[in-house]
């Protein structure tokens, strides 16, 4: 089966998922149109994609690579344009909003980093990764009397969007060994297109905050990815293994480039 996805960009440059060509005035017809490449956009693309549907994917910024080049790829670069002040900002990749003068922050408006890039926000976020409460997603089911969003059976689909590698201990400091359960991640999908790991590298302070939480009575536990998140643990990362640099939804699209437009 094969499928044919599309990336229109601000520029006008329409990206064919395996090549990049400009055709500006081309009239095409599509199964969907996605508006938004962001986190939910690029899911719902590929995932249609792969079902055998012609996507066109809407973005109105650049890829994160080109709008925020070596810092957007690079994990430490996510303290780059996220401050609380308005004016730290890159915007070519963020919209720059502000919040209404907050009374508990000396009416100050706070910047609300929000991707405007291939990506969305996953490209400018902090790269932790974990699922979210069980609780949580109870009460949102309950709200809306759909018990497909509950943790249970959302959590397939969290581990069909994802490949995780293990933490290179060889790397991290002895003191620094993460704890987790790999079955919170496999699945009979191989080559998932968001990459998750550790990094191989931990901050001298963390085993000291280890140690700040044991003392308050927070305890190591390795259940953050099973919908509990009570306790304290290394954090997985959305990076990729192989050279540490970020993953984003917008592999779901380079993910598909690869596949060379063939959907199995």
């Known amino acids: 089966m094969y499928?044919?996805?599309?990336?229109?960009?601000s520029d006008l440059v329409e990206a064919t998922i395996?090549?990049?060509?400009?055709?500006?005035?081309?009239?095409?017809?599509?199964?969907?149109v996605v508006v938004g490449g962001g986190t939910g956009g690029n899911t719902i693309a590929y995932r249609l994609?792969?079902?055998?549907?012609s996507v066109a994917v809407i973005e109105r910024g650049l890829s994160y690579e080109v709008g925020e080049p070596i810092v957007g790829a690079a994990p430490l670069g996510d303290i780059i344009g996220v401050g609380s002040n308005p004016l730290d900002s890159i915007p070519t990749v963020d919209f720059g909003l502000a919040t209404e003068p907050q009374a508990g922050a000396d009416g100050r408006k706070i910047h609300y980093t929000q991707g405007k890039c291939l990506g969305g926000s996953s490209a400018l976020n902090f790269l932790i990764y974990h699922r979210p409460d069980k609780g949580s997603l109870k009460i949102w089911a309950d709200a809306v009397g759909d018990e497909?969003?509950?943790?249970?059976?959302l959590l397939p689909y969290f581990k069909k969007s994802i490949t995780f590698t293990p933490p290179n201990n060889n790397a991290r400091?002895?003191?620094?060994?993460?704890?987790y359960y790999e079955s919170d991640f496999t699945s009979n999908q191989e080559n998932?297109?968001?990459q998750v790991s550790y990094a191989n590298w931990s901050p001298s302070w963390s085993s000291w905050a280890a140690k700040g939480f044991e003392a308050l009575g927070i305890k190591l536990t390795g259940a953050f990815n099973q919908g509990t998140l009570s306790?304290?643990?290394?954090?997985?990362?959305?990076?990729?293994?192989?050279?540490q640099v970020r993953s984003t939804s917008a592999?779901?699209?380079?993910?598909?480039?690869?596949?060379?437009?063939?959907?199995n």
Not at 251 to 263: N, P, R, S
């Open 18 to 32: 395996g090549e990049l060509k400009g055709t500006l005035g081309d009239q095409e017809s599509f199964d969907y």
């Open 173 to 179: 400091p002895a003191n620094a060994t993460p704890v």
């Open 148 to 153: 497909s969003y509950e943790f249970d059976a």
């Open 192 to 194: 998932a297109p968001v």
């Open 49 to 53: 994609a792969e079902a055998g549907f």
């Open 251 to 263: 592999d779901f699209l380079y993910h598909a480039k690869d596949k060379g437009t063939k959907v």
């Open 231 to 243: 306790g304290y643990h290394y954090s997985q990362l959305t990076t990729k293994p192989k050279d």
């Open 3 to 9: 499928a044919s996805t599309r990336l229109l960009t």
